[in-house]
């Protein structure tokens, strides 16, 4: 039977999201606004903003932001990119300003231009959900708030960062983790409990799916125990401390997956450990790339000191492969049963070489490893998103 509501038109709001030159940035907000449009209750606009970058700055990098457009359409998705400020070392503090008076502007032409809006969908918490909260009350529409993973567990260290979080969590129409550990910290933290939801993130099950190890392990050159390490090149992701692991386990290739500001500090750690020809730095890399990494490994190894729901787990799992990661945050809620992978005891190199040792001495079958990652549809989570909003608007 159709369902009789009408449907919920949103504005999902996020610096954290994919565009023309940064197809990967973000992409687990994109990916879960896609599921939820799918569905049929919900139509979206974007407002992804992008920081400004001022004339005589010509980095490859900066020279990438500057050629992002300023709207396009992703996925069927309309996406508007409006500039903003962001200045650096007091940026932490100036950003949720520059950043709302950039939305401002924007959304003031879309209302004019007779966009029709319930309410905001506000993925990080800061800046982003802090300066959506001052929209909100603006423009009369509610906000729901996504948190992450550092929006929650590291920025509310800072005391005036901290503040506007709490503030925000108060003007907030409701809230969602992905997953219970950030809902206990911004509990802690003094946001009320009775707003917060939990609702953990999917793995897109076409995407990553089991594919023929044998061919791609000869398309790549790789033989022997492979291990793969996908993320952020920045020491908060560990790829130091596997590196450091790897010239204990003689065997083993690495393949690291993602760019970063450490790539040259990693390059000099596997020099200076002699395992310069076991590691290979593969850069930023496509889905379909992905899933060949995942598919090529025998385990999946994430040592990040924080997190909120890792996606490069599931992502793994549903190729078959099994995953070893640190103990934090919503990682633990991710690995829970031995044909997921196993959790590290510490965080450290010595632990990463003894959970290498324990999984491949009984390595889980990766038709079991697959099974457990289809229990993270996107279904629930998009259900719980729609049910949400409807609360708020019937209110």
């Given at each position: 039977?159709?369902?009789?509501?009408?449907?919920?038109?949103?504005?999902?709001?996020?610096?954290?999201?994919?565009?023309?030159?940064?197809?990967?940035?973000?992409?687990?907000?994109?990916?879960?606004?896609?599921r939820l449009v799918a569905d049929g209750k919900v139509k979206a606009r974007v407002l992804a903003p992008v920081p400004w970058v001022p004339p005589g700055l010509t980095s490859a990098e900066m020279e990438k932001?500057?050629?992002?457009?300023?709207?396009?359409?992703?996925?069927?998705?309309?996406?508007?990119?409006?500039?903003?400020?962001?200045?650096?070392?007091?940026?932490?503090?100036?950003?949720?300003?520059?950043?709302?008076?950039?939305?401002?502007?924007?959304?003031?032409?879309?209302?004019?231009?007779?966009?029709?809006?319930?309410?905001?969908?506000?993925?990080?918490?800061?800046?982003?959900?802090?300066?959506?909260?001052?929209?909100?009350?603006?423009?009369?529409?509610?906000?729901?708030?996504?948190?992450?993973?550092?929006?929650?567990?590291?920025?509310?260290?800072?005391?005036?960062?901290?503040?506007?979080?709490?503030?925000?969590?108060?003007?907030?129409?409701?809230?969602?983790?992905?997953?219970?550990?950030?809902?206990?910290?911004?509990?802690?933290?003094?946001?009320?409990?009775?707003?917060?939801?939990?609702?953990?993130?999917?793995?897109?099950?076409?995407?990553?799916?089991?594919?023929?190890?044998?061919a791609l392990r000869s398309q790549l050159g790789v033989s022997g125990l492979v291990l793969a390490s996908v993320g952020l090149l920045i020491e908060r992701k560990g790829h130091h401390l596997i590196i450091e692991?790897?010239?204990?386990?003689?065997?083993?290739?690495?393949?690291?997956?993602?760019?970063?500001?450490?790539?040259?500090?990693?390059?000099?750690?596997?020099?200076?450990?002699?395992?310069?020809?076991?590691?290979?730095?593969?850069?930023?890399?496509?889905?379909?790339?992905?899933?060949?990494?995942?598919?090529?490994?025998?385990?999946?190894?994430?040592?990040?000191?924080?997190?909120?729901?890792?996606?490069?787990?599931?992502?793994?799992?549903?190729?078959?492969?099994?995953?070893?990661?640190?103990?934090?945050?919503?990682?633990?809620?991710?690995?829970?049963?031995?044909?997921?992978?196993?959790?590290?005891?510490?965080?450290?190199?010595?632990?990463?070489?003894?959970?290498?040792?324990?999984?491949?001495?009984?390595?889980?079958?990766?038709?079991?490893?697959?099974?457990?990652?289809?229990?993270?549809?996107?279904?629930?989570?998009?259900?719980?998103?729609?049910?949400?909003?409807?609360?708020?608007?019937?209110?």
């Amino acid at each position: 039977m159709q369902d009789p509501s009408p449907t919920i038109s949103i504005l999902t709001l996020s610096t954290l999201f994919p565009n023309a030159l940064q197809p990967s940035h973000g992409i687990f907000v994109e990916t879960r606004l896609r599921r939820l449009v799918a569905d049929g209750k919900v139509k979206a606009r974007v407002l992804a903003p992008v920081p400004w970058v001022p004339p005589g700055l010509t980095s490859a990098e900066m020279e990438k932001l500057r050629a992002i457009p300023d709207f396009e359409q992703r996925n069927t998705l309309d996406v508007d990119h409006p500039r903003y400020l962001v200045i650096p070392k007091v940026g932490m503090n100036l950003t949720p300003h520059t950043l709302y008076r950039a939305m401002r502007k924007r959304l003031r032409k879309m209302l004019d231009a007779g966009l029709k809006i319930d309410l905001i969908d506000a993925h990080y918490f800061y800046p982003d959900g802090v300066a959506a909260t001052w929209l909100g009350a603006e423009f009369n529409l509610p906000v729901v708030i996504t948190a992450r993973g550092t929006d929650i567990n590291l920025i509310p260290e800072y005391p005036r960062p901290r503040r506007l979080i709490l503030e925000a969590a108060d003007n907030a129409a409701a809230m969602i983790t992905v997953c219970q550990a950030l809902k206990d910290r911004l509990i802690e933290l003094g946001a009320p409990a009775s707003k917060i939801t939990t609702l953990r993130n999917g793995v897109d099950l076409e995407k990553f799916h089991v594919k023929d190890r044998a061919a791609l392990r000869s398309q790549l050159g790789v033989s022997g125990l492979v291990l793969a390490s996908v993320g952020l090149l920045i020491e908060r992701k560990g790829h130091h401390l596997i590196i450091e692991a790897l010239k204990r386990v003689p065997d083993a290739t690495l393949l690291l997956a993602g760019s970063g500001p450490d790539r040259q500090k990693l390059e000099e750690l596997a020099a200076s450990l002699g395992v310069k020809d076991r590691v290979r730095f593969l850069g930023s890399v496509d889905q379909k790339t992905l899933c060949d990494i995942y598919n090529c490994a025998d385990i999946s190894i994430l040592a990040s000191s924080r997190e909120g729901w890792a996606n490069v787990l599931l992502e793994s799992m549903a190729c078959g492969t099994p995953v070893l990661g640190s103990a934090v945050w919503g990682t633990p809620e991710v690995i829970a049963a031995p044909e997921a992978g196993l959790l590290l005891k510490n965080r450290d190199a010595e632990s990463i070489v003894a959970g290498i040792n324990q999984l491949r001495g009984a390595m889980p079958d990766r038709a079991a490893t697959r099974r457990y990652a289809e229990k993270f549809d996107w279904q629930s989570t998009t259900d719980g998103q729609v049910a949400i909003f409807r609360s708020i608007l019937n209110r």
